[in-house]
Structures are given as structure tokens and as C-alpha cells.
């Protein structure tokens, strides 16, 4: 079974540009999470989707977006790209929402702002 | 207010000694879970384990094994004759009734041959 993947990889910006980032879940996964990890960091919630709906928002700006497709996959967006931006994004994907629910991660994109 | 601590932020050892990495949480729910994730250099985090707040049995797998206890708040995870495919940095979550996971810091645990 495929696990959670992401896209791209690698992306290398300029500051003020908007960055997509994609998800893929696991097969029958209708979660989809978001983090940013900046370097020598912890994990930062930025965004949690269940079927299709933003259920929860972590404490970043409005620039920082993102939508769930019908199947299940995700989309993260960040406009006017900062400096600061530069990070690794991990997604995470669980099949459900209860409180056992165990999230699972992709490989993460590692982005770049120059 | 929840929160999840590691207080190593880093620990090295020689291979094949025994390493525990500390975890202390705070959370005023009496049902809630707890999760140990691993993050190789590659930067992918790998689910380790998940452990609810009523099942307060150790836990073995392999070389590693996982004891919580409730009265002092603590899901610690020891390695047993760590082996340099186990550095890696390390973190323990919580997820109470606010269904979000709270994250510790993380130990960057270093491994020499």
C-alpha cells in the first residue's frame, strides 16, 4: 500500500513569489495535515482538512492556504513568499478524526526561498 | 494547558549502549494518547507507536520498548544496543480532546560506531 506522498520534493523560490505544495494520502485516508518544520525546529501545525472542510487552523497568516480535492488529496499554498518561509512542510494523512486516529507522513517538500 | 516536554534536545552515545529518551506531558483529560515518531536525516517522520491513557502496560518491539507511567506523567522509550541506523531525531506527541497533536521539541539522538 502507497503511502502518503508529496510533491514537489525540492522547490526553490523568490521572495514574494506563491509556492504549491501537494498531498497525496493514503489510500482511504480522508484527513489531510500540514506542518512546517523550519531548520533545527519543531513541528508547527499549520492546517488539518476532512472531507473537503478546513477543520482547524494553526497560528500563521492568511497567506498560508490550502484546499482538500474530492479525493482527499491537498493543496497547500503560500503567497508572498518570506525568507522566513524556507522550511520543510511534511503533510500527514490519517483515516479518520477520532482521538486514536494515527496520523502518517509523506517525505515532505523542502522549500527554499531565496 | 496541554504540553508535551523532551528535555534532551540532544544525546550521543557509542553503539550498543542502552539509550532511554525522556518524555513528560501535561493535559487535564483522563483520556488522551500518546505517540513516539522518528525522523531520519531523510526527514520523513516514521510512526513508531500510539498508546492510550488507559493502557499503562510497557511495550516491547525489538530492540525498543516503551514505559509509561501515569503517575509521573512520562512515556519514556529506550533502545536497547543502539545501532547507528537509529540516529535520528525523536519525538513524543499528545493528543487530548482538543484533537490536535501536540509536539515535544524533538532529541537529536547521535549514535557512534
Known amino acids: 500500500e502507497a503511502g502518503v506522498t508529496q510533491s514537489p520534493t525540492h522547490l526553490i523560490k523568490t521572495r514574494g513569489q506563491q509556492a504549491t505544495l501537494r498531498c497525496s494520502p493514503i489510500?482511504?485516508?480522508?484527513?489531510v495535515y500540514w506542518y512546517q518544520q523550519a531548520l533545527g525546529l519543531g513541528l508547527q501545525f499549520l492546517l488539518w482538512?476532512?472531507?473537503?472542510?478546513?477543520?482547524n487552523r494553526g497560528n500563521f497568516p492568511p497567506r498560508f492556504s490550502g484546499r482538500q480535492f474530492p479525493n482527499y488529496s491537498s493543496e497547500l499554498n503560500v503567497n508572498a513568499l518570506e525568507l522566513e518561509d524556507s522550511a520543510l512542510y511534511l503533510c500527514?494523512?490519517?483515516?479518520?478524526?477520532?482521538?486514536?486516529?494515527?496520523?502518517?507522513f509523506g517525505p515532505g517538500t523542502r522549500l527554499l526561498v531565496l | 494547558a496541554q504540553k508535551v516536554t523532551q528535555a534532551q534536545t540532544e544525546i550521543s552515545v557509542v553503539e550498543k549502549e542502552d539509550v532511554t529518551l525522556d518524555c513528560v506531558y501535561e493535559t487535564r483529560d483522563t483520556t488522551y494518547y500518546l505517540f513516539w515518531y522518528k525522523q531520519p536525516p531523510s526527514g520523513e517522520l516514521v510512526f513508531l507507536i500510539r498508546?492510550?491513557?488507559?493502557d499503562e502496560q510497557n511495550e516491547i518491539s525489538g530492540r525498543y520498548s516503551w514505559n509509561f507511567q501515569k503517575s509521573t506523567s512520562s512515556f519514556n522509550f529506550t533502545i536497547t544496543a543502539s545501532q547507528v541506523v537509529d540516529s535520528a531525531v525523536y519525538f513524543c506527541a499528545l493528543k487530548d480532546s482538543n484533537y490536535q497533536l501536540i509536539w515535544g521539541a524533538g532529541t537529536k539522538l547521535i549514535i557512534k560506531p
Open positions: 482538512y476532512d472531507e473537503g472542510e478546513e477543520r
Open positions: 498508546r492510550n491513557s488507559f
Open positions: 489510500s482511504g485516508h480522508t484527513s
Open positions: 500527514a494523512s490519517s483515516s479518520g478524526t477520532g482521538l486514536s486516529e494515527t496520523q502518517y
